[in-house]
């Protein structure tokens, strides 16, 4: 059988209370090599495959690691198929886990969702409603005069697709800036992912002081009544978003 990563920590370190089942209800345990220790777990890789259960119960594993200790978070999936390899991967990248677990002493992650009154569904959208409407009305029987009015719609309704799309991008950085300052003192470092026509969100990422999380949800109340956006405060959750990349497992 595999072994299923969930996360990295310090040896010796804290140890958990009781034993976890991890996925796939097998028990975790922990493999060390010097100062390092990885919590793993037994798993066939049939078994792999991510559904809510699983995933649900990996991130259970990795919370509850956190709970008593700094780690650093893995990805699902990563997954060696001998213990030995476990104990190779540990030694071979100590130096980048262990400045890992310094930067991330301490700290949880909080995310920050921002969602702007006017989002980018509203723009015009080349070929849909907005430039079928430019052509609408008599036709000239001329297919040259007709792919010119065919043109100049794709090409209005593009225009005014990126205009709408250079505005939105600029609300949105502006938007994170003023979040960003004011949780000014109260995160170490923060991770801003852009969003997309298909999630139109900006997502923020703060890596946090453990016992500053009180004063910054403070601070998140107060912006919410004053900012114009909208916005969502998850957390604290284990640093998953800063965990730079590592071995390639799996």
């Not at 104990?87 to 909080?110: D, K, N, Q, T």
């Not at 995310?111 to 959208?125: E, K, Q, Y």
Request: proline residues 10%.
């Amino acid at each position: 059988m595999s072994c299923l990563f969930y996360c990295i920590g310090h040896h010796p370190g804290p140890e958990l209370a009781a034993p976890l089942p991890g996925v796939g209800g097998r028990p975790v345990y922990q493999v060390a090599d010097r100062h390092l220790k990885a919590a793993v777990s037994r798993i066939n890789r049939t078994e792999l495959t991510p559904d809510l259960p699983r995933v649900r119960a990996y991130e259970r594993v990795v919370t509850s690691c956190h709970r008593v200790g700094t780690v650093v978070p893995m990805r699902y999936g990563c997954v060696v198929d001998r213990e030995s390899q476990v104990i190779e991967m540990l030694s071979a990248h100590r130096a980048h886990y262990e400045a890992l677990l310094r930067e991330l002493e301490g700290c949880v992650e909080m995310g920050l969702r921002v969602l702007l009154p006017s989002g980018p569904w509203a723009a015009v959208t080349p070929g849909g409603p907005e430039g079928c409407r430019e052509v609408a009305g008599p036709h000239s029987p001329d297919p040259a005069a007709t792919a010119d009015r065919l043109g100049l719609a794709y090409l209005t309704a593009r225009k005014a697709h990126y205009d709408h799309q250079d505005r939105w991008t600029t609300e949105y950085r502006q938007a994170a800036a003023r979040c960003r300052a004011g949780f000014a003192g109260l995160f170490v470092k923060c991770v801003t992912e852009a969003p997309s026509p298909r999630l139109p969100v900006l997502s923020l990422y703060f890596l946090v002081p453990a016992p500053a999380v009180t004063a910054f949800r403070q601070v998140f109340r107060r912006l919410s009544e004053t900012e114009s956006a909208r916005l969502l405060l998850s957390g604290p959750w284990p640093p998953y978003n800063f965990v730079t990349s590592g071995p390639a497992l799996g």
